[in-house]
């Protein structure tokens, strides 16, 4: 179904790992599982604070490191309209695209059954096993379309 890709369970994968969840690392994993929108390292810190304050910076690093390896986070750099910054989702089932607006900085994710039609292209003629696409497009949201009268701030720009 197109629209919003659904998130797995890092809780419940940790645990059918075995793997030990502290009440810090819980806190972190539940603030990742929960939340909205895509976090940075130092927005996870100070929302799972509220859940665990206990929790500090060094926790967040390992856990996200530990979530990484295990392929349960992927970790963005969304066309870096935040500068260097990286953020960090739960993976999805399907996989999914990111819309970056380059004028408002919203990210809005997508999925839609053409993208993974292409996948599949991709891997039949390549006889590539794919096991993780990442795709950010940038544009305008048509908020910001419409604002601007559907002028893209990238237009009259020179694109390296």
Known sequence: ????????SILDDLAGRGLRLTSQRRAIVETIQDAQGHLDAATLL???QKREPRV??????RTLDLLKRLRLIDELDLMHLEGEKHFYE????????????LSCKKILEHDTPTFARLKQEVSDETGFSIDVVRLEVGGQCPACRNLSGGNSPLKDREVL
């Open 1 to 8: 179904m197109p629209g919003i890709p659904e998130k797995k």
């Open 46 to 48: 100070k929302l799972a």
């Open 56 to 61: 500090n910076r060094a926790t967040v690093y």
């Open 90 to 101: 739960t993976r999805s089932k399907s996989g999914h695209f990111h819309l970056a607006c």
